[in-house]
């Protein structure tokens, strides 16, 4: 999917994106020549102000579009939205999502409806208006964000996990349906990944197990990664962008895992 001489450049939009690991992938696929639409539900000055930091960065065009990812018709809208600012819609990353750590019996409720809207339903709506558009245009790139966690299981986590396991589903799903449009779909399910709010429990963890920061982070927080490494913010952004290009062509419904060897205990 690289540019042609005279065509107008990839559109990309990727939904909770301006932190963390939705930023990075950002940034990775505007620096490959992307155009991008950011997202969160927040539309600060802070927000936008990010988006002309990749434009400017990248020599690209970017834009900031707030966007409630609990919300069906605003998942839509926000894939009409780039549209209608681009002229048209070439990659998606369903990126958004959020935590909850409870027991089954004491999960909240609002919170497992919360966790499954964000971290599945949204990628179903935005997946859905995006489909006329890459199939008008004969082509498209659907990458969703998925976890570790949606091939293996852990206590505690029961939403977040029951929603990732839907996304690799769905994924596989959208992948067959689509499989002779010249669009394709992927998850990727990382390990854990070193992003600012990860790092900002470094400290309280080192203070509960009284250990130095090496160490909790080895033996604690990577404790299922064999690796004993963070996955990175520019690791995922680059297999993102592999995704996107023509040498992914034949890729599709696939659940690929960057986790450091967890999933292949």
């Known amino acids: 999917m690289q540019d042609e001489p005279g065509k107008h450049n990839r559109t990309a939009v990727i939904t909770g994106s301006t932190s963390g690991i939705g930023l990075g992938v950002a940034e990775a696929l505007a620096a490959s020549g992307c155009n991008i639409v950011l997202n969160s539900f927040t539309d600060s000055a ?35 939205h780039a549209v209608k600012r681009f002229g048209g819609l070439d990659i998606l990353v369903n990126n958004a999502g959020i935590q909850h750590v409870a027991p089954v019996e004491e999960f909240p409720v609002e919170k497992w409806n919360a966790i499954l809207a964000i971290n599945l339903s949204s990628s179903f709506h935005t997946i859905a208006a995006a489909i006329p558009h890459m199939k ?55 390990g854990y990944v070193l992003t600012p709010l990860v790092e900002a429990q470094i400290p309280d963890q080192m203070k509960v197990h009284g250990m130095d920061r090496e160490t909790v982070v080895r033996e604690v927080m990577l404790a299922r990664q064999p690796t004993r490494e963070f996955v990175t913010i520019e690791e995922l952004g680059g297999l993102v962008v592999f995704l996107c290009s023509d040498h992914a062509a034949q890729m599709t419904g696939t659940a690929l895992p960057m986790d450091g060897g967890w999933t292949a205990q």
Do not use: Q
């Not at 988006?51 to 609990?70: C, N």
């Not at 986590?157 to 589903?169: D, E, F, L, N």
């Open 46 to 80: 802070d927000d936008h102000a990010l988006a002309e930091k990749l434009a400017d960065d990248h020599g690209v065009k970017a834009t900031y579009a707030r966007a409630d990812m609990s919300d069906p018709n605003a998942c839509r809208e926000l894939v009409e």
């Open 136 to 190: 008008k245009a004969g082509r498209g790139r659907i990458v969703n964000i998925a976890s570790a966690h949606g091939l293996r299981a852990s206590p505690f986590k029961s939403a977040y996990v029951a929603a990732k396991h839907g996304v690799v589903g769905l994924t596989k799903t959208v992948a067959l349906e689509l499989a002779e449009t010249g669009i394709t779909c992927n998850a990727i399910c990382p």
